[in-house]
């Protein structure tokens, strides 16, 4: 099992931008996969972005192609997403994700994890 806690959410206007991190523990150590999900009010979860932690095979929303990376500090043991170019729509409580197991066919579908964190709120205003 992997424990994972976010950090770095905020308030900012669109346009500018913002890092959450994801520290991560436990065993097996780094896991098969990590992800980012974001949950706005009254709408379902939806992923955001994923890498594999061995090769950095990265994939991402179509929403937030372009201005959104993330990117893996195994030594760290933290995972980030960089966002930039934010908008009001990104407005959202965003959860980090860990994955030990293989044999993941849908990298940005919340059924494929396991491990969550509590999120952190991200605010975009206009």
């Known amino acids: 099992q992997v424990q994972v806690v976010e950090s770095g959410g905020g308030s900012v206007q669109a346009g500018g931008s913002l890092r959450l991190s994801c520290a991560a523990s436990g065993n097996p150590y780094p896991p098969c996969l990590m992800a980012w999900f974001r949950q706005a009010t009254g709408k379902e979860r939806e992923g955001v972005a994923a890498?594999?932690?061995?090769?950095?095979?990265?994939y991402y929303a179509d929403s937030v192609k372009g201005r959104f990376t993330i990117s893996q500090d195994n030594a760290k043991n933290t995972l980030y997403l960089q966002m930039d170019s934010l908008k009001p729509e990104d407005t959202a409580k965003y959860y980090c994700?860990?994955?030990?197991?293989?044999?993941?066919?849908?990298?940005?579908?919340?059924?494929?994890?396991?491990?969550w964190g509590q999120g952190t709120q991200v605010t975009v205003s206009s």
């Open positions: 994700a860990a994955e030990v197991g293989f044999g993941i066919n849908h990298p940005l579908g919340d059924f494929e994890y396991h491990d």
């Open positions: 890498v594999y932690t061995s090769t950095g095979k990265a």
